[in-house]
């Protein structure tokens, strides 16, 4: 389990830090990377996942430069296992000395081709659709909601890619893979670094052209949501939005919604328990 800083402060907590052409946006302790974070090298090149010491350090995600994907584990900054697509789209399992950083596509030491990945049909249940509301200094307890309307909402059936970063708190490192498509996005981060509105993170996703928004939940949920999006002139929401509500006997929306995954989003009718 990756520890994450349980404070906020100028060296600790959530951060967006860019200089130039990059970009971290993630967890830091004492000023240094630590926890999950996503980096953007000017060069385009990412990574998204866990970080310990200011190095890549455990689950994580790297884009090449070329779009290519590397999914696995790593350890002091360095790949020792993943999978990714060869040129010819066939899925590799790898495995690496941890000698090389992933950027110098070190030569593996073990080399296998999976079988092609069967995406199996699942439904989730368990999902709130995000109303739209005036925004308020305060907002009222449940069941009491201030003036709102779902005419945002619409179905629609498109296939799955992650926001990029999860949390999509800045523009999107990956717009142009968004157009057309739903976007799944964490909520997120958690207390005590500071709030992402749902505002930012599905305008970010709209302005990339996203057909629809999911927004993820990654633990447990424990209290009534009631989620909105405030309705606001400068930020206007078009698109279809909904949150996934993981319950103890619920399976975890982040673990379902998988890229390239077709999904549809279906309302029901108002009113309809």
Same mark, same amino acid.
């Given at each position: 389990?990756?520890? *994450?800083?349980?404070?906020?402060?100028?060296l600790n907590g959530y951060h967006v830090v860019q200089q130039d052409?990059?970009?971290?946006?993630?967890?830091?302790?004492?000023?240094?990377?630590?926890?999950?974070?996503? *980096?953007?090298?000017?060069?385009?090149?990412?990574?998204?996942?866990?970080?310990?010491?200011?190095?890549?350090?455990?689950?994580?995600?790297?884009?090449?430069?070329?779009? %290519?994907?590397? %999914?696995?584990?790593?350890?002091?900054?360095? $790949? #020792?296992?993943?999978?990714?697509?060869?040129?010819?789209?066939?899925?590799?399992?790898?495995?690496?000395?941890?000698?090389?950083?992933?950027?110098?596509?070190?030569?593996?030491?073990?080399?296998?081709?999976?079988?092609? %990945?069967?995406? $199996?049909?699942?439904?989730?249940?368990?999902?709130?659709? *995000?109303?739209?509301?005036?925004?308020?200094?305060?907002?009222? $307890?449940?069941?009491?909601?201030?003036?709102?309307?779902?005419?945002?909402?619409?179905?629609?059936?498109?296939?799955?890619?992650?926001?990029?970063?999860?949390?999509?708190?800045?523009?999107?490192?990956?717009?142009?893979?968004?157009?057309?498509?739903?976007?799944? #996005?964490?909520?997120?981060?958690?207390?005590?670094?500071?709030?992402?509105?749902?505002?930012?993170?599905?305008?970010?996703?709209?302005?990339?052209?996203?057909?629809?928004?999911?927004?993820?939940?990654?633990?447990?949920?424990?209290?009534?949501?009631?989620?909105?999006?405030?309705?606001?002139?400068?930020?206007?929401?078009? *698109?279809?939005?909904?949150?996934?509500?993981?319950?103890?006997?619920? $399976?975890?929306?982040?673990?379902?919604?998988?890229?390239?995954?077709? #999904?549809?989003?279906?309302?029901?009718?108002?009113?309809?328990?």
């Amino acid at each position: 389990m990756m520890m *994450i800083s349980q404070k906020q402060d100028d060296l600790n907590g959530y951060h967006v830090v860019q200089q130039d052409k990059f970009m971290y946006c993630g967890f830091i302790q004492d000023g240094i990377p630590n926890g999950f974070g996503s *980096i953007l090298w000017p060069d385009g090149s990412e990574y998204h996942g866990e970080m310990k010491g200011g190095r890549m350090h455990g689950e994580g995600l790297y884009v090449f430069q070329d779009r %290519r994907q590397f %999914r696995g584990k790593f350890e002091g900054g360095n $790949p #020792v296992s993943g999978r990714m697509r060869d040129e010819a789209g066939a899925l590799l399992g790898l495995t690496f000395d941890g000698a090389q950083p992933i950027w110098e596509e070190p030569t593996p030491v073990q080399r296998d081709e999976l079988p092609a %990945r069967v995406l $199996p049909e699942f439904r989730l249940d368990t999902c709130a659709s *995000i109303l739209l509301s005036h925004a308020q200094e305060q907002l009222p $307890p449940p069941p009491q909601l201030t003036p709102h309307h779902y005419r945002h909402m619409r179905d629609v059936s498109a296939r799955v890619v992650w926001a990029r970063p999860s949390y999509a708190d800045v523009p999107l490192w990956n717009a142009a893979e968004v157009r057309g498509k739903i976007v799944a #996005v964490l909520r997120g981060p958690k207390p005590p670094a500071r709030a992402v509105p749902y505002n930012i993170k599905v305008l970010h996703a709209q302005q990339a052209g996203a057909a629809g928004v999911v927004l993820v939940d990654p633990e447990i949920t424990t209290e009534p949501l009631i989620a909105r999006v405030h309705d606001e002139p400068a930020v206007k929401i078009v *698109i279809p939005v909904c949150a996934t509500v993981n319950t103890p006997n619920k $399976p975890r929306g982040s673990s379902l919604l998988v890229n390239d995954a077709m #999904v549809s989003m279906v309302f029901a009718p108002l009113g309809l328990k």
